[in-house]
């Protein structure tokens, strides 16, 4: 069956512009997740949406990110005013949000800032 | 909050032999510990996964173990093969919760 989908796949942009990142999660996966992978490291949590409730927004380095989820179906990354520091691949992951959930990800979104 | 190790960073085998990867987590309340293979250029994808409910799963040549009391975790993988070699992540979680992931391990399985 279809995995979870991020597009685009590859992002390059200047220093100080805006970019939008998108995730399909798999139907009928009431969680999503938003991870950052420097080159090289390992992952870092950056946001958590559980169906209706008010998003985990813990992970989120700076008010430059923000994430939207529409109903339990797609969302978006936003970063503001990019830096070189943001450059790095962006991961969703989706899960059916139970106790016994398991976190399938999508194949990432790498962003390069110049 | 949660602090996950991983150890070894990068390990070397011949193909055929055992490799032994080690997690330690310092949350006593995780609950839900997944391995996940990376390979180059694509996203994570999960190859075994425990709960704290029980203190080993195996599938195929790959195997888990979990000491809650030590509050550590092992990835087992036997009778390696050069398709193996990947990066590895542990990560711990208050699952459903986000994952708490450690730093990685590269393994190469030499022919």
């Known amino acids: 069956g279809a995995g979870v989908s991020q597009s685009p796949s590859n992002k390059v942009t200047e220093k100080g512009k805006d970019v939008e990142l998108r995730c399909d999660p798999i139907?009928?996966?009431?969680?999503l997740y938003w991870y950052r992978q420097r080159l090289g490291q390992g992952l870092e949590f950056l946001i958590y949406?559980?169906?209706?409730?008010?998003?985990?927004k813990s992970g989120l380095p700076s008010d430059r990110f923000s994430a939207e989820r529409t109903g339990e179906s797609v969302s978006t990354l936003t970063i503001q005013r990019t830096q070189q520091e943001d450059s790095a691949v962006y991961l969703c992951?989706?899960?059916?949000?139970?106790?016994?959930?398991?976190?399938?990800f999508g194949p990432g979104t790498r962003l390069t800032v110049l | 909050g949660e602090n996950v190790e991983q150890h070894p960073s990068t390990l070397s085998v011949q193909e055929g032999d055992s490799a032994v990867i080690k997690c330690t987590y310092s949350?006593?309340?995780?609950?839900?510990f997944p391995w996940y293979k990376q390979e180059l250029g694509k996203g994570p994808q999960l190859i075994i996964d425990?709960?704290?409910?029980?203190g080993e799963k195996k599938d195929q040549r790959i195997a888990v173990t979990l000491n809650k009391t030590a509050k550590h975790f092992s990835l087992h993988i036997t009778e390696t093969q050069p398709e193996d070699s990947a990066v590895y992540f542990c990560?711990?979680?208050?699952?459903?919760?986000?994952?708490?992931f450690g730093t990685g391990t590269r393994l190469q399985v030499f022919p």
């Open positions: 992951a989706s899960s059916l949000g139970t106790t016994t959930d398991t976190q399938y």
């Open positions: 139907s009928g996966h009431t969680a």
């Open positions: 949406f559980q169906g209706n409730s008010a998003p985990d």
């Open positions: 949350d006593s309340a995780s609950n839900y």
């Open positions: 425990i709960r704290s409910n029980v």
């Open positions: 990560a711990a979680s208050r699952s459903p919760d986000k994952l708490i």
